[in-house]
């Protein structure tokens, strides 16, 4: 999909996504006592039929792998298959931290994307939410076969240094049987997730349901299931079958990265340094990496360059360093090859923290088989249309890898829901980044004709990158509110009201001169492009785990880590 990338080895849960120990939890099975023979999943989790056996939750920490008891943890039995409930049941876990204000209380359940992202790396908004809207009790599930939802995996074929979907699927199949592999799906999921509302709700309580990326199409299937269930629904950045494609993923990356260097063309500081065509500067980067000219990126070629500034291109911050680093490379002074082995250095550590990969809890397989099975185009672009849809690319490179491994991949079929929107009249709150290459604007502006009920609308957030929570910034300060979050947190306050987006003419322009702590973590030195610093933004820190922590973040929303100690001809 792009250049060095591992072909599809940690990439399939994080893709559409925006962070591992098991929590305690007492397994709730009212279902073999309740379930009559033959009857529809529908039906199951309706209010009359609903188990009157209460969940019993279990105080554990709100972070994964943390301390305290702020949150609480329950598994929820729920069928492996729906459409045999009286079949094999698996758990489904739910993380809830509860609001602190008194009175009555309103629901928020949080969908993580991936496919294949489990609901750890949400904990963090869950805390923020509650922090701000204290009436809300806000959810945190895994989707099945993530995390503590019946993990889906291939231990052995993961292990291999060269990884084979093939035989990934085929251990998977191997655990779960051939109706098994094909129970986990986004359907399925959606029916989780009803059942463990209806569950928790009380009477007349509002719910409120967010969804990003991948997560925004499970909650539209949700929708479809359960059209009258929640209060209001979020779509951040959004996603449906047939757009949010593994095998044309590539093609967005390009065209949304060639796209920013428009905005570098149109600003002076910036093109004064990559001249009025930036795309050819930075082409000539990438044939320098690939003929090993530049001493500061010695064993990094033009596919692992291709790779970082996909990375680069995800994150609002960090995308600077895309026009900075090809004009280093092909400038390449003393001082730049200097700034440059400072970067592949620092490229080259192994991440810590809660991003470290021993302690994901995302699900590789259900990515690969979820995006396989229903999200690619039906029937799939030819590779030959592929490749003529790779014309000239900057930021990928054109693998037909992709198409060969969806032929042979155990697709489940398609179900009554696939490719169809949900008729509902809850408001829906469609926001999405104008500069996403992940799902970027053109899926939303096809999406949104679906959704014309009153309040149901689309708000496009200027320069945006995936997940406009947090990445539609309107001030450098630390803290500062982003506009993706002034809109939601309206939306959740009155969900029919009018919404006040004027916050979108105050999200930022790209600052070319780029952060000083950003220089500082990548090139060693606080100017982005060598000599004095002129940057407009935040001064420099002398505490750089901010920068490393977007960092981390933007590598997880694309796929897997750059492996560039391997490559590196040096030793």
Same mark, same amino acid.
């Given at each position: 999909?792009?250049?060095?990338?591992?072909?599809?080895?940690?990439?399939?849960?994080?893709?559409?996504?925006?962070?591992?120990?098991?929590?305690?939890?007492?397994?709730?099975?009212?279902?073999?006592?309740?379930?009559?023979?033959?009857?529809?999943?529908?039906?199951?989790?309706?209010?009359?039929?609903?188990?009157?056996?209460?969940?019993?939750?279990?105080?554990?920490?709100?972070?994964?792998?943390?301390?305290?008891?702020?949150?609480?943890?329950?598994?929820?039995?729920?069928?492996?298959? @729906?459409?045999?409930?009286?079949?094999?049941?698996?758990? +489904?876990?739910?993380?809830?931290?509860?609001?602190?204000?008194?009175?009555?209380?309103?629901? &928020?359940?949080?969908?993580?994307?991936?496919?294949?992202?489990?609901?750890?790396?949400?904990?963090?908004?869950?805390?923020?939410?509650?922090?701000?809207?204290?009436?809300?009790?806000?959810?945190?599930?895994?989707?099945?076969?993530?995390?503590?939802?019946?993990?889906?995996?291939?231990?052995?074929?993961?292990?291999?240094?060269?990884?084979?979907?093939?035989?990934?699927?085929?251990?998977?199949?191997?655990?779960?049987?051939?109706?098994?592999?094909?129970?986990?799906?986004?359907?399925?999921?959606?029916?989780?997730?009803?059942?463990?509302?209806?569950?928790?709700?009380?009477?007349?309580?509002?719910?409120?349901? !967010?969804?990003?990326?991948?997560?925004?199409? &499970? #909650?539209?299937?949700?929708?479809?299931?359960?059209?009258?269930?929640?209060?209001?629904?979020?779509?951040?950045?959004?996603?449906?079958?047939?757009?949010?494609?593994?095998?044309?993923?590539?093609?967005?990356?390009?065209? =949304?990265?060639?796209? +920013?260097?428009?905005?570098?063309?149109?600003?002076?500081?910036?093109?004064?340094?990559?001249?009025? /065509?930036?795309?050819?500067?930075?082409?000539?980067?990438?044939? =320098?990496? $690939?003929?090993?000219?530049?001493?500061?990126?010695?064993?990094?070629?033009?596919?692992?360059? *291709?790779?970082?500034?996909?990375?680069?291109?995800?994150?609002?911050? &960090?995308?600077?360093?895309?026009?900075?680093?090809? +004009?280093?490379?092909?400038?390449?002074?003393? $001082? $730049?090859?200097?700034? &440059?082995?400072?970067?592949?250095? #620092?490229?080259?550590?192994?991440?810590?923290?809660?991003?470290?990969?021993?302690?994901?809890?995302?699900?590789?397989?259900?990515?690969?088989?979820?995006?396989?099975?229903?999200?690619?185009?039906?029937?799939?672009?030819?590779?030959?249309?592929?490749?003529?849809?790779?014309?000239?690319?900057?930021?990928?490179?054109?693998?037909?890898?992709?198409?060969?491994?969806?032929?042979?991949?155990?697709?489940?079929?398609?179900?009554?829901?696939?490719?169809?929107?949900?008729?509902? /009249?809850?408001?829906?709150?469609?926001? /999405?980044?104008?500069?996403?290459?992940?799902?970027?604007?053109?899926?939303?502006?096809?999406?949104?004709?679906?959704?014309?009920?009153?309040?149901?609308?689309?708000?496009?957030?200027?320069?945006?990158?995936?997940?406009?929570?947090?990445?539609?910034?309107?001030?450098?300060?630390?803290?500062?509110?982003?506009?993706?979050?002034?809109?939601?947190?309206?939306?959740?306050?009155?969900?029919?009201?009018?919404?006040?987006?004027?916050?979108?003419?105050?999200?930022?322009?790209?600052?070319?001169?780029?952060?000083?702590?950003?220089?500082? !973590?990548?090139?060693?030195?606080?100017?982005? @492009?060598?000599?004095?610093?002129?940057?407009?933004?935040?001064?420099?820190?002398?505490?750089?785990?901010?920068?490393?922590?977007?960092?981390?973040?933007?590598?997880?929303?694309?796929?897997?880590?750059?492996?560039? #100690?391997? *490559?590196?001809?040096?030793?």
């Amino acid at each position: 999909m792009w250049g060095a990338m591992p072909l599809l080895r940690r990439a399939a849960s994080a893709l559409f996504a925006c962070l591992a120990l098991a929590l305690p939890g007492c397994t709730d099975d009212p279902l073999s006592a309740s379930l009559p023979s033959g009857a529809s999943p529908e039906a199951v989790i309706s209010p009359q039929a609903t188990p009157s056996a209460p969940i019993t939750w279990e105080k554990c920490p709100l972070r994964t792998g943390g301390r305290g008891t702020r949150a609480e943890c329950a598994n929820i039995t729920v069928p492996l298959d @729906w459409n045999d409930p009286g079949g094999r049941r698996v758990t +489904y876990f739910v993380k809830r931290l509860p609001g602190t204000s008194s009175g009555a209380h309103k629901q &928020l359940w949080l969908l993580q994307g991936g496919p294949g992202g489990a609901g750890d790396t949400l904990e963090t908004l869950a805390d923020e939410v509650v922090s701000k809207a204290p009436a809300f009790d806000v959810y945190v599930p895994d989707h099945r076969g993530t995390g503590r939802s019946a993990y889906l995996g291939c231990p052995n074929a993961m292990a291999k240094r060269h990884f084979d979907p093939r035989a990934c699927a085929a251990e998977a199949q191997a655990e779960w049987g051939a109706s098994g592999f094909a129970a986990f799906t986004t359907t399925n999921a959606a029916r989780d997730l009803g059942y463990a509302i209806e569950r928790t709700r009380a009477e007349g309580q509002e719910v409120h349901v !967010y969804g990003v990326s991948y997560g925004t199409y &499970l #909650a539209q299937r949700y929708l479809q299931i359960f059209p009258t269930q929640p209060t209001a629904v979020t779509l951040d950045g959004v996603c449906q079958a047939g757009l949010c494609s593994y095998m044309k993923i590539g093609y967005w990356f390009d065209r =949304i990265g060639k796209k +920013y260097l428009g905005e570098c063309a149109a600003n002076a500081s910036c093109a004064e340094k990559l001249g009025p /065509n930036p795309i050819a500067t930075v082409k000539e980067a990438l044939a =320098i990496a $690939d003929a090993g000219t530049c001493p500061g990126i010695a064993g990094v070629d033009a596919a692992a360059l *291709r790779q970082l500034f996909s990375y680069f291109i995800a994150s609002f911050d &960090l995308r600077v360093l895309i026009p900075s680093t090809a +004009y280093r490379i092909v400038r390449c002074s003393p $001082d $730049d090859a200097a700034a &440059l082995e400072h970067m592949t250095a #620092a490229l080259s550590r192994a991440p810590g923290g809660p991003f470290a990969p021993a302690g994901e809890l995302s699900s590789e397989v259900l990515g690969l088989h979820i995006a396989f099975s229903e999200l690619e185009e039906d029937p799939p672009a030819l590779s030959a249309d592929l490749e003529a849809l790779f014309d000239d690319p900057v930021f990928t490179t054109f693998d037909a890898t992709v198409r060969d491994v969806w032929e042979s991949w155990p697709r489940y079929p398609h179900d009554e829901w696939v490719g169809k929107y949900p008729s509902s /009249n809850v408001p829906i709150l469609m926001l /999405n980044g104008t500069l996403d290459p992940q799902t970027p604007q053109e899926f939303a502006e096809q999406i949104a004709p679906h959704y014309a009920m009153p309040a149901q609308s689309l708000v496009l957030l200027p320069r945006a990158a995936h997940c406009t929570l947090t990445q539609s910034p309107t001030s450098t300060w630390p803290g500062t509110e982003t506009c993706g979050m002034n809109v939601w947190r309206q939306f959740l306050a009155a969900p029919a009201a009018a919404l006040d987006t004027s916050c979108r003419d105050r999200i930022l322009t790209h600052d070319f001169a780029g952060s000083p702590s950003i220089a500082q !973590y990548f090139y060693g030195e606080p100017s982005l @492009w060598g000599g004095a610093t002129t940057s407009s933004a935040a001064p420099l820190d002398d505490d750089l785990s901010g920068v490393q922590v977007e960092w981390e973040r933007a590598i997880r929303a694309v796929g897997p880590r750059l492996d560039l #100690a391997h *490559r590196r001809r040096a030793d």
